[in-house]
């Protein structure tokens, strides 16, 4: 069952080194997601399960030890799904981390995770939404305590010199997306249309819609922690629990 969850973006400039210069302007972010890591904590789950957007390379599960890098991204850095948890001897895969995940083994590194066990998931960006509430069902499908750390962002078109260009639709889908994930919205998150979030360049729309799958029947609250578009892109940090 699930018992908590934390929804953060999954920007390669999440991380300082890849940054550089402009890294202050997402310490707020940073903060907004080592506080809800520690939620995640708190919740004392049996396993935590990373998902992510993934090319077809990086899709399908990637155990405990799993190695990424940000050397596409011009820094010499690695990381490692569950590097500093203790008496961690999970089988690596040969398969690198895709980006997405990556950010959250610098996220769980940076902040010392060592409470579950962690398994990483990579989705396609256009699996279909039925598709993604069904993979979420099954994660929680066993007894145990699952938490869940959902990485993604919103749409990429909020500003003329964002990744997609300026769409007037971009604000209002990732208002009601700040919405839906700050209030546990299950049948929200659910009912994102699918087409216009990839229009949006909205790669986080396939992971929540996987989280949607696992809170079904669960008694969860939600709280926003952090919202912006710093380069035109939508960020969103939240808690379930």
Not at 34 to 51: C, I, M, N, Y
Not at 77 to 84: F, K, S
Not at 193 to 212: F, H, I, M, N
Request: proline share 8%.
């Amino acid at each position: 069952m699930l018992v908590a969850a934390a929804v953060c973006p999954c920007p390669p400039l999440l991380v300082p080194d890849v940054a550089a210069g402009a890294a202050p302007e997402l310490a707020a972010a940073r903060a907004a997601c080592t506080d809800a890591l520690g939620v995640l904590a708190a919740a004392r789950p049996d396993r935590l399960v990373v998902v992510g957007p993934a090319e077809q390379s990086g899709r399908g599960p990637h155990p405990e030890g799993t190695r990424g890098s940000f050397r596409g991204f011009g820094v010499d850095l690695d990381v490692r799904l569950g590097g500093d948890r203790p008496g961690d001897g999970g089988a690596a895969s040969e398969r690198e981390l895709p980006p997405s995940l990556a950010v959250a083994a610098w996220l769980l590194e940076r902040t010392g995770w060592s409470d579950a066990p962690i398994e990483g998931l990579g989705v396609g960006e256009p699996l279909e939404a039925e598709r993604c509430i069904q993979t979420g069902r099954d994660l929680v499908a066993q007894p145990d305590r699952v938490a869940l750390l959902v990485m993604g962002d919103a749409s990429a078109c909020r500003t003329l010199k964002a990744p997609g260009y300026l769409d007037e639709r971009a604000a209002p889908f990732d208002a009601e997306v700040a919405r839906a994930l700050g209030a546990a919205d299950v049948a929200a998150l659910k009912a994102l249309d699918t087409e216009l979030a990839y229009e949006l360049k909205a790669s986080g729309r396939a992971p929540w819609q996987v989280l949607a799958g696992a809170a079904e029947g669960a008694d969860l609250g939600g709280a926003l922690l952090y919202e912006d578009a710093p380069y035109g892109v939508g960020y969103v940090v939240a808690t379930w629990s």
